[in-house]
């Protein structure tokens, strides 16, 4: 019997694989069609509303159907995935300033996250790009071609690391716009009375001087959130970049 190693080798991703079967009936769907119902059931109830069964059901269709064009949930959500990142804006023209084009692929992203909160429950993989995924790394290594000294690995560690922390940022908006519960209220109190007691001064500081809205915190929805969310998303990643793009003193 093949071990578990065989198996995973002998995996080929929905994108090396035809639309559909040379055998069989003429197709009554397309993956196009797939994906939209997908996507249109994780908008509505997160990731965990996906499957071939509740996809088939949207369509009208049985799950057996739907065999012909994937072969599993997987490729569902491979196929969600691109569809949605094929939303983010491309044909931007590059200014030539790493950090300047990064930032603004970076702010591009986040809403196409906050739109689609479910992709931020896709579990994490190495190289789980597809054709407008490539499309997007392409984007990126072209804006830190300016970046002198920078290496190939290096470049993808930097794109590795914005695409982290977007996700990080993104996370946060999104339980910053729902309504506090009362643990929550309950911890911001805490955090507050704790502070004020005198003994932790640094902490007292930080908070007096905005720390509570920050990434750690989120911001609370109301007048002027939208954009302070913004401008504080666009100051961490900044930040960010300017240390990852760096010349390296240990080089």
Same mark, same amino acid.
């Given at each position: 019997?093949?071990?578990?190693?065989?198996?995973?080798?002998?995996?080929?991703?929905?994108?090396?694989?035809?639309?559909?079967?040379?055998? *069989?009936?003429?197709?009554?769907?397309?993956?196009?069609?797939?994906? @939209?119902?997908?996507?249109?059931?994780?908008?509505?109830?997160?990731?965990? !509303?996906?499957?071939?069964? &509740? =996809?088939?059901?949207?369509?009208?269709? *049985? $799950?057996?159907?739907?065999?012909?064009?994937?072969?599993?949930?997987?490729?569902?959500?491979?196929?969600?995935?691109?569809?949605?990142?094929?939303?983010?804006?491309?044909?931007?023209?590059?200014?030539?300033?790493?950090?300047?084009?990064?930032? @603004?692929?970076?702010?591009?992203?986040?809403?196409?996250?906050?739109?689609?909160?479910?992709?931020?429950?896709?579990? $994490?993989?190495?190289?789980?790009?597809? #054709?407008?995924?490539?499309?997007?790394?392409?984007?990126?290594?072209?804006?830190?071609?300016?970046?002198?000294?920078?290496?190939?690995?290096?470049?993808?560690?930097?794109? !590795?690391?914005?695409?982290?922390?977007?996700?990080?940022?993104?996370?946060?908006?999104?339980?910053?716009?729902?309504?506090?519960?009362?643990?929550?209220?309950?911890?911001?109190?805490?955090?507050?009375? =704790?502070?004020?007691?005198?003994?932790?001064?640094?902490?007292?500081?930080?908070? !007096?001087?905005?720390?509570?809205?920050?990434?750690?915190?989120?911001? &609370? #929805?109301?007048? *002027?959130?939208?954009?302070? !969310?913004?401008?504080?998303?666009?100051?961490?990643?900044?930040?960010?970049?300017?240390?990852?793009?760096?010349?390296?003193?240990?080089?």
């Amino acid at each position: 019997m093949a071990g578990n190693g065989d198996q995973e080798a002998e995996a080929v991703l929905v994108w090396e694989r035809p639309e559909r079967g040379a055998r *069989g009936p003429a197709p009554e769907r397309s993956r196009e069609q797939l994906t @939209a119902a997908a996507i249109g059931l994780a908008d509505g109830g997160g990731l965990a !509303a996906v499957s071939v069964r &509740q =996809v088939a059901r949207e369509l009208g269709t *049985g $799950p057996a159907s739907l065999y012909r064009y994937v072969a599993g949930r997987d490729d569902l959500v491979d196929l969600m995935v691109d569809a949605v990142t094929g939303e983010i804006d491309l044909d931007v023209e590059l200014t030539g300033d790493p950090v300047v084009d990064l930032v @603004a692929l970076a702010a591009r992203t986040q809403e196409v996250q906050l739109r689609h909160p479910w992709l931020l429950e896709v579990a $994490p993989e190495a190289m789980r790009v597809g #054709p407008r995924g490539l499309d997007y790394l392409e984007f990126a290594l072209r804006a830190l071609e300016p970046v002198p000294g920078l290496t190939g690995q290096g470049k993808l560690e930097a794109v !590795a690391v914005l695409n982290a922390l977007v996700a990080m940022l993104s996370g946060v908006e999104l339980r910053a716009r729902r309504s506090p519960t009362g643990r929550q209220a309950a911890q911001s109190a805490y955090l507050g009375t =704790v502070a004020g007691r005198g003994g932790h001064p640094l902490l007292a500081r930080a908070l !007096a001087g905005g720390a509570a809205g920050g990434p750690a915190g989120g911001s &609370q #929805p109301g007048a *002027g959130a939208s954009i302070e !969310a913004g401008a504080r998303f666009e100051r961490v990643v900044r930040r960010v970049l300017a240390g990852l793009l760096a010349p390296d003193p240990l080089a």
